[in-house]
């Protein structure tokens, strides 16, 4: 079947199209999906842009309509809408399902958002005057994404623009475009106005590239790797374009002598682990301090034997596989790096099951030290590398040794470690005694260092993003 981009109201033709596999079974064929050229995106773009002053102006009444609407919807297509997840992007079923669950609930969040907004009155320093402050929409939004949450990232990004009174034009990642069509799909049935949301499905390098260096966009929200992130910025400064940019991780999580083992091994299970690693928010350096650092290791390495990997959509597996070929030889290649540079490597083999799919076992790299590739750079795979630390401040020495800063954990039972760990550890987000994936829906999300560029996402600290602040100063005229 063939999925087509959805422009001012219409399903348009692609100008090509891109099939759209399984990666847990290469037999088995999503659908094809649309190709917008630069010209579509253009007319995409100029379709958010005639929509954009109307929609800036409707009451909220009418926008919480929508964004309600749009959240029943997905609620009411969480297990098909997760099996569609789990097919084309191969996490596992169920996470696949609460993810879709999560996209859901943002648009019943941002629903609520836009009835929310509020500004502020104060007086004024001078006499007979008052201020206030108000928001008003920022107009055109560019969103581009990334295929690792392929609804949870775009419900995150399109509900606030929309919440907010801008319109969008959305460009999803290529390895997973069935779940942004659906969501389309989905906003069309919630009684979207025509022009005020627009999908351009297609390459990076042409759609994506288009929206950047597009006038008539006035902002772009971004998330995916740090390289294109770069070079979004690169071409939206020029224009003045407002940015939020998502990018990569190196996230740390440390465990200290005095943490429930248990805990611990779970925590780091989940989260450099769970959905095949490839969460921005994995936790890829273990920190692990002298005291239990062999029998955190024993345990660990015991735990990753009981992972199940397999097909996706299996009832009975933990792990699915890597996206595609492409992200499947890298995570390889890493692992080679790795042994080369002193490292020792448990798991990681790549695994022939009974449908053709990018199966590897999860892969933990002991002995490692601080200037190793596998501690530096974001391989975005099932891989995670064991630091030894002497104690605590070693520990949090190496935790913030890393260009990155979006989430880093601690597992202790001390309260003083952990509350100073949460002060002084150079990240966006601070999990204790949690894996370092994984976040609420309400609350900001963001970080620090290289990770992040621009206003944090989700929450009502949204707003910060797909808002303008004005100031009015008001004279009355009473003496
Ligand atoms: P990932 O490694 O997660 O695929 P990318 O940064 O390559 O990360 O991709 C994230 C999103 O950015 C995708 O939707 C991709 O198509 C898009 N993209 C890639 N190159 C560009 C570019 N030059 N300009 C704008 N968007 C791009």
Redesign the pocket.
Same mark, same amino acid.
């Given at each position: 079947m063939r999925y087509e981009n959805y422009i001012d109201g219409q399903w348009c033709e692609g100008a090509d199209y891109l099939t759209n596999l399984n990666p847990s079974d290469l037999e088995d064929v999503i659908g094809d999906y649309a190709q917008a050229d630069v010209a579509q995106t253009q007319a995409a773009i100029v379709a958010a842009r005639a929509a954009f002053p109307a929609w800036g102006d409707v009451t909220p009444q009418q926008r919480f309509d929508v964004l309600d609407g749009a959240g029943s919807l997905i609620l009411a297509r969480r297990e098909e809408l997760g099996r569609l997840l789990a097919r084309e992007e191969g996490k596992a079923l169920p996470e696949a399902i609460a993810e879709v669950g999560r996209a859901g609930q943002i648009f019943k969040f941002f629903a609520g958002e836009a009835l929310r907004l509020s500004g502020e009155i104060l007086g004024s320093v001078r006499p007979g005057l008052n201020v206030e402050v108000t928001r008003e929409p920022l107009g055109v939004v560019g969103l #581009? !994404? %990334?295929?690792?949450f392929p609804i949870a990232i775009p419900a995150w990004k399109i509900a606030p623009a929309l919440a907010y009174g801008n319109t969008v034009v959305f460009? %999803? /990642?290529?390895?997973a475009p069935g779940c942004a069509w659906a969501l389309i799909d989905i906003l069309v049935e919630a009684g979207v106005p025509k022009g005020v949301v627009n999908l351009v499905m297609?390459?990076? /390098?042409v @759609?994506? $590239?288009a929206? =950047?260096e597009s006038p008539l966009i006035d902002a772009i929200s971004? !998330?995916? =790797? @740090? $390289? !294109?992130?770069q070079? #979004?910025a690169a /071409?939206c400064l020029p224009l003045r374009k407002k940015l939020q940019l998502e990018?990569g991780g190196k996230n740390p999580m440390v465990v200290l002598d005095d943490a429930d083992l248990d805990v611990a091994v779970e925590a780091c299970i989940n989260g450099a682990f769970y959905s095949t690693g490839q969460r921005c928010t994995a936790s890829s350096r273990l920190i692990v301090t002298a005291g239990i650092h062999d029998r955190f290791l024993a345990a660990m390495l015991e735990r990753m034997e009981r992972l199940r990997i397999g097909n996706a959509l299996a009832a009975d597996v933990d792990i699915g596989p890597v996206v595609d070929a492409a992200q499947l030889r890298k995570n390889q290649e890493y692992l080679e790096v790795a042994r080369a540079e002193g490292g020792q490597v448990h798991g990681g083999e790549v695994l022939e099951l009974d449908t053709r799919g990018f199966f590897m076992r999860p892969a933990l790299v002991i002995g490692t030290e601080p200037h190793m590739r596998v501690n530096r750079e974001e391989v975005?795979g099932p891989i995670a590398s064991v630091l030894k630390a002497k104690d605590y401040a070693e520990a949090l020495a190496l935790a913030n040794d890393t260009e990155f800063g979006l989430s880093a954990g601690i597992c202790t039972r001390s309260l003083s470690y952990a509350s100073h760990f949460k002060r002084h550890v150079q990240a966006g987000m601070v999990m204790i005694n949690a894996a370092t994936a994984g976040v609420d829906y309400h609350v900001p999300f963001g970080g620090r260092k290289h990770s992040s560029y621009g206003p944090r996402e989700q929450g009502s600290h949204a707003r910060e993003f797909y808002t303008l602040v004005k100031t009015t100063y008001l004279n009355a005229g009473l003496p």
């Open positions: #581009i !994404t %990334p295929w690792n460009k %999803p /990642a290529e390895l297609g390459r990076g /390098a @759609v994506g $590239q929206l =950047s971004f !998330t995916g =790797s @740090v $390289q !294109t992130g070079r #979004i /071409a990018m975005f």
